[in-house]
Antibody
Framework: EIQLVDSGGGLVQPGGSQRLSCAASGFTFSNHWMSWVRQAPGKGLEWVASIKEDGSEKYYLDSVKDRFTVSRDNAKNSLYLQMTSLRVEDTAVYHC????????WGQGTLVIVSS | DIQMTQSPSSLSASVGDRVTITCRASQGIRSDLGWYQQKPGKAPKRLIYAASSLQSGVPSRFSGSGSGTEFTLTINSLQPEDFATYYCLQHNNYPRTFGQGTKVDIK
């Protein structure tokens, strides 16, 4: 069974940084693109970033480009999202997901950007 | 960016009803579309991939159709557990874009 466990969320001040992690199991992690999707409170879904199996290609939502970095460690079956220069509007539940077609989802981790 | 226009934004229906939700893409996306169901406080779950293929384990009352710019999710004989919010997602191009969502509630 595919499992994705998101962690690393919390309260952070505007301009601060946060690193999210996603622990994957139940599938061959190194053979799959991975993605991050977020959902602001009471709002719809928004794709954030995707990374190729070997990390050689990465794509980002324009509003997070140059602030967020997606990475992976295939030896640890883990996906990461390093977030810097955080803004109030980045407040959301962040989910990791399998593939660049967004198949399976993690439960999400809440990031609150507030002073 | 490809805009996904989903309609209606909400609908009220009764158990046993047939429900149809539509997504229109601002440009052709072949069949590069998925449909998702989300219940309050839970992660979304994919129901349909490649516009019309049923995800393993999803009841057959869910079906998807369309290609190019117009897509439909149909729920035949709505069940109590189907009251939720539904989203479409295009994965033809980056950035990936979701529809605004359709909330299906009880009439």
């Amino acid at each position: 069974e595919i499992q994705l466990v998101d962690s690393g969320g919390g309260l952070v001040q505007p301009g601060g940084s946060q690193r999210l992690s996603c622990a994957a199991s139940g599938f061959t992690f190194s053979n799959h693109w991975m993605s991050w999707v977020r959902q602001a409170p009471g709002k719809g879904l928004e794709w954030v970033a995707s990374i190729k199996e070997d990390g050689s290609e990465k794509y980002y939502l324009d509003s997070v480009k140059d602030r967020f970095t997606v990475s992976r460690d295939n030896a640890k079956n883990s996906l990461y999202l390093q977030m810097t220069s955080l803004r109030v509007e980045d407040t959301a539940v962040y989910h990791c997901a399998t593939g660049n077609t967004i198949g399976n989802w993690g439960q999400g981790t809440l990031v609150i950007v507030s002073s | 960016d490809i805009q996904m226009t989903q309609s209606p934004s909400s609908l009220s229906a009764s158990v046993g009803d047939r429900v149809t939700i539509t997504c229109r893409a601002s440009q052709g996306i072949r069949s590069d579309l998925g449909w998702y169901q989300q219940k309050p406080g839970k992660a979304p779950k994919r129901l349909i991939y490649a516009a019309s293929s049923l995800q393993s384990g999803v009841p057959s009352r869910f079906s998807g159709s369309g290609s190019g710019t117009e897509f439909t999710l149909t729920i035949n004989s709505l069940q109590p557990e189907d009251f939720a919010t539904y989203y479409c997602l295009q994965h033809n191009n980056y950035p990936r874009t979701f529809g605004q969502g359709t909330k299906v509630d009880i009439k």
